[in-house]
Structure formats: structure tokens, C-alpha cells
């Protein structure tokens, strides 16, 4: 899957209104869709009492039926629509803003709102058909049915909203969900080099850079975050014009209009478009995303932390709760390699260079501000010790252990 198919089925997963149009697409496609039903019914299941009763219902019945289930499902779904409001309100206010993403890619939320609006169109230009006959055959009993079933259907989505809604606020759960993406990002990271990690170091980041006669910088055109860098598209580039390109950049980073994001060494002049089609593969926005930011998930989790430690809601136990998951994620990196700050083509000459995340940045993202504003809960503060105790004892690769041995180390410093 490219960088860019990702991105976008990003965008769409946390978009409120592509589910439910998608949904209310298809309860107007049903509507016609009700000739080729009929058609597909085996004549045994029509003989049934049910829908010989049915097929001999009034016109004026049938209408009122497909009436009754359009208004009772509009007006359900505005009720679906101020409750995922107030839901929504209360996920900001509890666990910052941030979290809003997580509530709207449950798609629980987008489901329900559809069922329900798919529900209303199909009533609503089902009453188009009532008198709409095909080879002599009325198909009142079909729209009558179908609209009972979506009435049916849609009584038992929105208990199972109100069961999803009831649960999903709680902050156990809250936090089971940011850790569970916490944790697929980081499955995602390739295993790890043994031989290399017993060095303390991956090789391939030693090999010194390129000093190319010309180097020109690479000046993004629009300030906001950096959301995503194709570093196969830059590989290719590179290899294809024969260049070292040097980036200052990391994902997440914010960056400014006209700042310097890297340099582009070629022996000879590189031209604007190529520098054009460079910066085309990094791709700026004005929020953070979890396509390449290994510390989006670590900072939500942070997020709830700092704002159950502060004054006006004082739950050290859902910041125990954060630590634990933030540690859980870290105990991952066990096997895990962190991107490489260098890319080499595949004769192995050095193309890319760019920042490394190392295991300290991760601790410094999961427990800084934690232990900042833990410092008057003597329960966070020791849980907090003992859970960099636990991670020191894993068996980990040797530069994690001195990782976290110097984080300790510099934050005892800090705190005298």
C-alpha cells in the first residue's frame, strides 16, 4: 500500500460524513433495486401468509407504514447526531481534543447515523413506487417489507450505539485504544539486528556523507506539519539523478514557511523542478498524523496523563494507567529496529540522510512531561521509577539499557 493510499484512507476513516453518504447512496439505490428483488424471490416464499397479506395491503396503508418509519428514523438520526455532539464535547474536555480522531475512526458512530438515514431515504422514495407496477406485479408487499427490516435493523444499531457509547467514554477504554494504535505502529518497525545492537549502533548509520561540489536547499513553500515523507519516492530520485540528499526533517516536525528542510548534492547544478518534484514527496499539513510519527500515539497518551494529574481533575489512577501502556509500547522495541538515519541505494551507496529517533527520544516523548507534572503525586512519581526499573530489566538491546540509564540519569540531574 503506497504512502499516499494510506494517508488518505486516513483522512476517510476519521471523516464523519463518508460512511453515512456512502449509506444513504445505497438506501436510494435499493429503491429500484426492488424490480430485480422481485424477481429473485422464489415463488414458495411469496405464497406465504405473510406476504399474501401484504400483497392484498390498501395503498393508503402501505403509505402510511413507509410515513411512519421515514419520520421515526430522521428524527432518530438527528437524536444519533446531538448525542455523538455531546459525546465528542466531553472526550475534548476529558482527554484533550486530540482524541476526537480516535472516537470518529471507531466508526460506530458513522454507522449508526447511516443505518438510520439509509433507512429514511429508502422510506421516502419508496413511497415513489407504491403505484408503480412491473408485468402487472405491485410491489407494495416488497417496499413495505424492506422498510419494516431497516425499521427493525435500526432499533437494534442504536442499542448497540448506546452500549458502544456508554463504554467507549470510560478512560480504560479510552486509553486501550490509543495504546492499541501505539502498539500496530510499532509492530510495524522491522526486527532487529542482533549482531548489530550487542555494538550499540546500526552500521549502515556510520558511513560518512557525501560532500557533492553543488548543494541546493530544499525551501518548502507553506508552513504547518510534516505528515509524511515517501522516502521511496526521494530513493528513486536520488537514484535515477544521481543525488544525496540530506534531510533536516523528521515527521511530526512543524516547519515554517521558506525553511530550510534539507540539501541536495549533485556534482552538477540541480534545477527547480527537480527540486519541485523533491518537496512533492514530503507532504505538509496542518495537523499531525500517525502515518510516519512514531510519538502521535505516545503524545495522546502523555496527553490524558498531564490532564488527569492537573488540579481540576486529580485521577492519578488513570495516569498509572497511561505509564503502564506507555511502557508496554517501549518493552515492543525488545525486537524491534527504529528507522535507520540512513538509506542506501541497492548497490549500497549512501543516498538519504536524514534524524534518527533513537530509544531516548521515545522515553523523553512517553515520560517527560509525565514526571514534570507527577512530581506532587508521590504514587505517580514511585510507579513511574518502578516501571523504568521493569523496562531496565528486560531483556532489551544493550543501547536501550543505556538509553534508559541515561534518561534517569539526566532527569535526576534536572530535578535537583
Known amino acids: 500500500m503506497t504512502l499516499q493510499l494510506k494517508r488518505w484512507l486516513e483522512i476517510l476513516q476519521s471523516s464523519y460524513w463518508v460512511i453515512p453518504s456512502i449509506m444513504a447512496l445505497l438506501g436510494m439505490l435499493l429503491v429500484p433495486a426492488q424490480f430485480l428483488i422481485h424477481d429473485l424471490l422464489p415463488d414458495a416464499l411469496l405464497r406465504l401468509g405473510f406476504f399474501q397479506h401484504l400483497q392484498n395491503m390498501g395503498q393508503a396503508t402501505a403509505r402510511g407504514i413507509l410515513s411512519t418509519v421515514a419520520a421515526a428514523a430522521i428524527g ?11 459525546v465528542l464535547s466531553l472526550t475534548a474536555s476529558q482527554f484533550g481534543p486530540r482524541l476526537l480522531k480516535n472516537f470518529l475512526k471507531q466508526g460506530v458512530a458513522q454507522l449508526t447515523l447511516g443505518t438510520f438515514i439509509a ?32 425499521g427493525a435493523g435500526s432499533f437494534f444499531v442504536l442499542i448497540f450505539y448506546i452500549h458502544h457509547i456508554a463504554t467507549f467514554i470510560q478512560a480504560p477504554r479510552v486509553i486501550d485504544d490509543v495504546s492499541r494504535a501505539l502498539m500496530a505502529r510499532l509492530k510495524s518497525l522491522p526486527a532487529i539486528d542482533r549482531d548489530a545492537a550487542q555494538n550499540g549502533h546500526c552500521p549502515q548509520d556510520d558511513r560518512e556523507e557525501p560532500a557533492p561540489a553543488l548543494q541546493r536547499e530544499l525551501k518548502t513553500a507553506r508552513s504547518g506539519y510534516v505528515q509524511a515523507i515517501d522516502f521511496d519516492a526521494l530513493l528513486e530520485q536520488s537514484v535515477t539523478h544521481d543525488l544525496f540528499i540530506r534531510l533536516d526533517i523528521y515527521p511530526g516536525q512543524f516547519v515554517l514557511v521558506a525553511q530550510c528542510l534539507g540539501m541536495v548534492g549533485h556534482a552538477d547544478a540541480v534545477s527547480d523542478d527537480l527540486l519541485d518534484a523533491l518537496l512533492d514527496c514530503i507532504t505538509i499539513g496542518n495537523e499531525r498524523t500517525a502515518t510516519q510519527d ?123
Not at 76 to 86: C, E, N, W, Y
Not at 123 to 147: E, I, P, R
Not at 368 to 395: C, E, F, G, P, W
Request: glycine letters at 4%.
Open 76 to 86: 432518530t438520526a438527528s437524536v444519533v447526531f446531538s448525542v455523538s455532539i455531546v
Open 119 to 150: 433507512t429514511f431515504m429508502f422510506s421516502l422514495f419508496g413511497l415513489t413506487l407504491l403505484d408503480s407496477a412491473m408485468q402487472g406485479v405491485q410491489l407494495t408487499y416488497l417496499l413495505v417489507t424492506v422498510s419494516i427490516l431497516l
Open 294 to 416: 512514531l510519538s502521535y500515539a505516545m503524545d495522546q497518551l502523555v496527553e490524558i496523563a498531564v490532564r488527569a494529574l492537573s488540579p481540576g481533575i486529580n485521577d492519578p489512577f488513570t495516569a498509572i494507567n497511561c505509564i503502564d501502556q506507555l511502557a508496554a509500547g517501549l518493552s515492543l522495541l525488545a525486537d524491534r529496529e527504529l528507522p535507520s538515519a540512513q538509506l542506501h541505494d541497492d548497490q549500497g551507496k549512501l543516498r538519504i540522510s536524514k534524524p534518527r529517533m533513537g530509544y531516548g527520544n521515545l522515553l523523553d516523548a512517553a515520560f517527560a512531561q509525565i514526571r514534570t507534572h507527577s512530581q506532587r503525586d508521590l504514587a505517580v512519581t514511585r510507579h513511574l521509577q518502578s516501571t523504568l526499573q521493569n523496562l531496565h530489566a528486560l531483556s532489551l538491546p544493550e543501547h536501550y539499557h543505556q538509553a534508559i540509564a541515561d534518561w534517569c540519569e539526566q532527569r535526576e540531574e534536572h530535578s535537583k
